[in-house]
């Protein structure tokens, strides 16, 4: 069974740095992209960065410049650092992974981590 453990997050104070991991544990054949995403209170989840395979990176406006993606294929894990924490980062954050899970599949399919608050204090 494929699932994507996550750790780290927390309360941290503005201005203060935050690492997030995510490990796909379970058999698989390979990982496409990866992500992260956040959902706010009374907001919908958005994307806020994603990483292929080969590592090219695109990220959100509301964070580009001060969070980074990062993934490690041998370990099957990606990272998110987040620094310069503001308040409006406040969330709980998911990862996200596009898996084959056997070579013979026709499609890949989506998994999701179990999410992580993260609060950022003014």
């Known amino acids: 069974q494929v699932q994507l453990v996550q750790s780290g997050g927390g309360l941290v104070q503005a201005g203060g740095s935050l690492r997030l991991s995510c490990a796909v544990s379970g058999s698989i054949f390979s990982i496409n992209a990866m992500g992260w995403y956040r959902q706010a209170p009374g907001k919908q989840r958005e994307l806020i960065a994603d990483?292929?395979?080969?590592?090219?990176?695109t990220y959100a406006d509301s964070v580009k410049g001060r969070f980074t993606i990062s993934r490690d294929n041998a370990k099957k894990a990606v990272y998110l650092q987040m620094d310069s924490l503001k308040p409006e980062d406040t969330a709980v954050y998911y990862c996200a992974a596009n898996v084959w899970v056997n070579s013979r599949d026709t499609l890949a399919s989506d998994y999701w981590g179990q999410g992580t608050q993260v609060t950022v204090s003014y």
């Open positions: 990483i292929t395979r080969g590592g090219t990176a």
